[in-house]
RNA sequence: GCAGGCGUAGUGUAGUCUGGCAGCACAAGGGCCUUCCAAGCCCUUAGCCCGGGUUCAAAUCCCGGCGCCUGCACCA
């Protein structure tokens, strides 16, 4: 399997894939370089996704910033949980991480401020286990970049691009016609600054993501007939290994029904896009796992040299995020739910008396009157009324205000919407094509890789059997034409005809055009395919038309 | 961050122990040849991770740094 891996990184590297960043300066790790072939597939991945995603199920495309103010991420917790405590030792220097030291002096590490853990390790005398030496204060690491906005604003690069859906919900939820289910994506790079990230391409400090906020309305049912017949590989909480169809693991219980729906959706996109599905299976995350704002998860995982690694996460978010932003921005993230029937209620309502607040109050009276009309009157009020505005208390007399009771007619309610997030790792989906993708020729055992037309990078090689006898400007021709009607084509005609399909075949060149002799005579070329190696013989007259249904899957090689 | 291993053309490697002209293969570029799956011939380009030290002389020995790999830890 390691074979594998090496291979990949070599040709990835020698063809243009991808490659470590920052070479030159002898690289740092945890970055990457898509080169010219790899900035292609990946385009033609996220292209794909969206037609999948976006288009065909009437989704709202958003692009947000990457960079944030800290209060955005305090709201959203990041700012708390994707912060690690470390002391350094003061005579070797070494870092360790504090929550290990203290583990057993405390039940939860994680919760406590610098000063409590320095109490504690003052308390137990904790020292350094390598040298035994002291330590000094406790230093905060951010797995967030941090940066600074303007002059000494704080700021982070987001570790998510979620954040940027959250924070727009009032907006979007207007500009959709206030209609749930809303989906909103986001396609954008994200950034956390892992402490030793390995593994290349798999963890990186900056990465891509495809991320869709799902919002509903728990109250309502699940329409059960957007769940097709297709079988879903679960391993659940328990370690139990299914596969159900869709439709039963709902009536089951087992997951929310968009869970269920986007696993069916994410299964069949994988395929397309060239992995084998029969190493994808979906892990139920374990409760201590869980994420801090999630409620269930299930990782996607596609089974690599490395193991079984996570790919697209779907999490049950609940009402976690907008209730957070909710709450520390101060605006209302609800949407509106209405009531099958309006209700009439009775509600008390207190009805102030401008002619007594006026004098009294002077220039803070209207707020007042304004504070007091919006008061919920779960009991009944009498007496002196405090009303706090602004963190001051005023006492409003009796005789200030009535209370009357009214009848109200109530159309609906406001609630926070829940929300599914599916969260797709765009450059482990690239890799996991590559590995999955990739074989060697059992006869010449040179190195192909099978990607499917639609995502493969360049769609159609363009070669002269001989460069001379006016082959070549033929040839040319034909490139041309291809590459005026927007098929991604190039043209090879070093070293013999053998050598030019071979180094098509790396780059996972699905056809190849050969312009030969009989050119000449009949107008007609050979077309090649990669996978089979087999050729036909086509007019040079229909073959944009033909290449560019090929291209999209809307004909396969074996009907031409 | 810790422990171990490693760092030589684009890629893979020899040379390091025992200091003495840095070699091979593949790839790439040019040319000749060639009528369909990495053919052959000629030519070319291109390298010792960085810094310091020891030495007449350092890819080689010593020190420091950086990076990569594997394991541990971490992985929202």
Known sequence: MKELRAKIVDIAKRRGIYW??????????????YGPVGALLKKNILDYWLEEFVYKDGLL?????????DSVYKASGHADKFTDYMVRCNSCGHAFRVDELIAEYTDNPDALSPEEINEIIQKHEIRCPDCNGEFGPVEEFHLMFSTKIGLDKLG????????????????????????????????????????????????????????????????????????????????????????????????SGIANGYTLYYMGKILRFLERVGIDISRVRFRQHHREELAHYSRDTWDCEILLSYGWVEAIGI??????????????????????????????????????????????????????????????????????????????????????????????????????????????????????????????????GYKVLRFAPQIAPVKVGVFPLMSKDGLDTIAMDILKMLRISGINAYYDDSGSIGRRYARADEIGVPYCITVDYQTKEDSTVTIRHRDTTEQKRLSRDNLRDLLRKLVLEELKFEEL
């Open 315 to 444: 999490s049950y978010r609940g009402d976690y995020d907008l209730s957070r932003h909710m709450k520390y921005s101060g605006v209302d993230m609800r949407a509106f739910r209405k009531f099958g029937k309006e209700k009439i209620v009775q509600i008390n309502k207190i009805v102030p008396r401008m002619e007594l607040l006026g004098p009294r109050f002077k220039a803070m009276a209207m707020k007042i009157a304004r504070a007091m009309e919006d008061m919920e009157l779960t009991e009944e009020v009498s007496g002196t009324l405090r009303v706090e505005i602004d963190g001051r208390i005023y006492e409003v007399p009796e005789e200030a205000y009535e209370v009357i009771s009214i009848e109200k007619k109530v159309t609906g309610e406001r609630f926070v919407p829940h929300v599914i997030e599916p969260s797709f790792g765009i450059d482990r989906i690239v890799y996991a094509i590559l590995e999955h993708s990739f074989y060697e020729r059992e006869d010449s």
């Open 61 to 69: 495309l958003i692009d947000s910033p990457a960079i944030g103010p």
């Open 156 to 251: 982070f690069l987001r570790p998510e691009t979620a954040q940027g859906i959250f924070v727009n919900f009032p907006t979007l939820y207007r500009v959709n016609r206030e209609k749930l289910p809303m989906g909103v994506a986001q396609i954008g790079r994200a950034y956390r600054n892992e402490i030793s990230p390995r593994q290349g391409m798999l963890r990186q400090r900056e990465f891509n993501m495809a991320e869709i906020e799902l919002f509903f309305d728990p109250e309502t049912e699940f329409n059960k007939e957007l769940l097709g017949d297709i079988v879903l590989p679960l391993k659940t909480m328990d370690g139990a290994e299914l596969k159900l169809r869709a439709k039963d693991a709902y009536n």
């Open 20 to 33: 470590g960043a920052y070479e030159i300066y002898s690289g740092v790790s945890g970055f990457y370089d």
